[in-house]
């Protein structure tokens, strides 16, 4: 069945350093969306992509979707504590427009 | 309301009994998810509701797991005879799919204690 792969599981950084988490779906989706849970929280919307090879930035992130519409990226330039959490990325199955999750990758700021 | 609610918030429970969780999506949202979520772990389908579709029941992992929906509104999650491996925040989510915003809006989840 259809499948959405998520790396890495975890990333630790030092702050200021720049994070990137990719997912990647065994199928073609007609869009993408990501969400962050902070720790202790509920998995919050960050953005959805539509077009393939879209580009959004959302101040120090930025969001890719393939070309193929099969892959997508989160990258966060210069991380911030604020920036700690795990991050999903989820697609759309069928026609009934389920939504299949990543396993999330986990940004842990080095002390 | 304003949002996605769950009750109750935290649930402690013997091992064996029986729980309901409740779920109150966003008024419109003809989908409903409910996952569980382990500490630590990433989010686990346990089912999906779509308008009148049949549910996508698949995710459920035993028959003591059930889960029902009344048309587009409340929905109850139902675990009997609970065990301490049930142990885990349960999630709500609700969404307005086929709109052109898929985007899911989550509860802030059940925290579930079986002793």
């Known amino acids: 069945g259809q499948q959405v792969m998520q790396i890495p599981q975890y990333q630790h950084v030092q702050e200021g350093e720049d994070f990137t988490t990719y997912c990647n779906s065994s199928?073609?989706?007609?869009?993408i969306q990501w969400y962050k849970q902070r720790p202790g929280g509920h998995p919050v919307f960050l953005i959805q992509?539509?077009?393939s090879g879209e580009v959004k930035k959302q101040k120090r992130l930025t969001f890719q979707f393939g070309e193929a519409k099969k892959n997508s990226s989160l990258h966060i330039t210069a991380t911030q504590t604020t920036d700690v959490g795990t991050y999903f990325c989820?697609?759309?199955?069928?026609?009934?427009?389920?939504?299949?999750w990543g396993a999330g990758t986990k940004l842990i700021i080095k002390p | 309301g304003a949002g996605v609610s769950q009750s109750p918030s935290n649930k402690v429970t013997e091992k064996g009994k029986d729980v309901e969780l409740r779920c109150d999506p966003i008024?419109?949202?003809?989908?409903l998810y409910w996952y569980r979520q382990r500490l630590g772990q990433g989010l686990e389908f346990l089912i999906y509701?779509?308008?009148?579709?049949?549910?996508?029941k698949s995710g459920l992992p035993s028959d003591r797991f059930s889960a029902e929906r009344t048309g587009e509104s409340v929905s109850t999650l139902t675990i009997q005879r609970t065990q301490q491996e049930d142990s885990a925040v349960y999630l709500c989510?609700?969404?307005?799919?086929?709109?052109?915003?898929?985007?899911?809006?989550f509860g802030s989840g059940t925290q579930l204690s079986v002793l």
């Open positions: 989510a609700s969404s307005s799919p086929g709109t052109g915003n898929e985007k899911l809006f």
């Open positions: 008024s419109g949202h003809t989908a």
């Open positions: 509701f779509q308008g009148n579709s049949a549910p996508d």
């Open positions: 199928t073609t989706l007609s869009n």
């Open positions: 992509l539509v077009k």
């Open positions: 989820a697609g759309p199955r069928g026609s009934n427009y389920q939504l299949i």
